[in-house]
């Protein structure tokens, strides 16, 4: 099972107890877009903690508590080799304490040491806090997607930020 630890947090499988917690966050979440779907979620609690068809789940953890989910997809038919990307989603009640630059950067090492010299992360425009994260982690901000996500009655455009870490 992968484990990643970072200063102040462990990213790591769920464990199967924590699936209503992930359920509950994402079906109040903000920022999650599109429906919720539970036998989605399930699965990704089940598999989480190591690559299954190109996508990584991972459970975020800070001083022993689960604060909130990150995901990393890769694959032949999504993204050319080497290349990934990823979100991430903290609990409410956890944003804004540095968590996330923790995680963002702990993430970002370890992909760059298993394969991937090209780590991106697209976020809504308006995101400021993810794209502030991504900027005090180094990513570098490569354009604006337009239209990128349909998001009610419009479709968002969306940042883009890439980390290359090339030997
Ligand atoms: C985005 C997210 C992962 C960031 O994690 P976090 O732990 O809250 O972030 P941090 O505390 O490490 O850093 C947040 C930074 O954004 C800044 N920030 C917060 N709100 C801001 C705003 N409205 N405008 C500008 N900067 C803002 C903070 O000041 C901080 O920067 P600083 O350290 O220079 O002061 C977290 O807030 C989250 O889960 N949000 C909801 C889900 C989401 O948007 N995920 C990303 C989708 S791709």
Redesign the pocket.
Known sequence: MIEITGQRVLLRAFRPDEFEALYEAHAA????VGTVDRDRIRRRVEQSGTWVDGRLDLAVESGGALV?SADVRSGRMMLPGGVCE???????A???????????TALTGWLHEHGFPRVQ????VR???????LE?CGYAHEGTMRAFIAEGGTRADYALYAHVALA
């Not at 979440?29 to 999650?32: A, G, M, V």
């Not at 990823?86 to 409410?92: N, Q, S, V």
């Not at 956890?94 to 963002?104: L, P, Q």
């Not at 992360?121 to 809504?124: E, I, L, V």
């Open positions: 979440s903000d920022s999650i909130g990823f979100g991430i989603e903290l609990w409410a956890r944003r804004g304490a540095g968590i996330g630059t923790d995680a963002v992360a697209g976020t809504a995101n400021a806090p993810m794209r502030r994260v005090k």
